[in-house]
């Protein structure tokens, strides 16, 4: 198995890369390869729906010269795909709503005179996500549209691990998240 972890923090010391941080430790623990690309750091220019991808149906096929292309190649790469973002405004940040919209795309070659297939069918994706709010009010809306977004992409969704920051004078990582993100792990490399 090999992962790709799309990491949509602009913080590399966040609260969303120290819940991260206990997951990889034990994937690499299991030996599990893993490629981890930070979001932030790539140029990801937002789908304008031009449909250039849905002329071949054996590549990404974006008229963008960005770092989609290098994305696209580990998620074709992977088994597993895992969104660890933090929640902004009740969804992902701006660089993975991003990407997601190329991929739905790009991936999925849907939306030309034909169905075509999905290039990603059958992977299987999770979230680790980090909130304000209680999870369940927090981190659901996000939740809800990657299960619609697996199930329109024919990928498996496999679960999400949300944790709370209860705010600015508190410690976010506690023994118990990182227990949490540990157990997340365990439960994947298990499906």
């Known amino acids: 198995m090999k992962y790709c972890i799309l990491m949509g923090s602009p913080r590399k010391s966040g609260n969303t ?18 490629d981890l690309i930070w979001l932030y750091d790539k140029h990801i220019e937002p789908c304008i ?13 974006c008229r963008y ?14 088994d597993v795909i895992i969104l660890a973002t933090p929640i902004y405004s009740w969804y992902c ?20 005179d ?21 999870p369940e009010k927090g981190a659901d809306l ?7 977004y697996c199930k329109h992409s024919q990928l498996k969704y496999i679960g999400m691990l949300a944790e709370r920051d209860p705010g600015y004078k508190s410690t976010f990582i506690t023994d118990d998240k990182i227990e949490h993100s540990k157990l997340f792990a365990q439960q994947l490399i298990s499906l």
């Open 49 to 61: 729906a031009c449909r250039n991808c849905q002329k071949d149906w054996t590549i990404f096929g």
């Open 65 to 78: 010269s960005d770092d989609m292309q290098e994305i696209f190649d580990k998620i074709c790469d992977c």
């Open 142 to 148: 996000f939740e809800e549209g990657i299960k619609r």
């Open 93 to 112: 940040t701006p660089p993975m709503k991003s990407m997601l919209d190329r991929l739905v795309y790009g991936m999925n070659k849907y939306y030309g």
């Open 17 to 34: 890369s120290k819940l991260l941080k206990p997951f990889t430790e034990e994937l690499e623990l299991h030996k599990i390869k893993y």
């Open 114 to 134: 034909e169905k075509g297939p999905s290039l990603w069918k059958g992977k299987k994706l999770a979230i680790i996500t980090t909130c304000g709010y209680r």
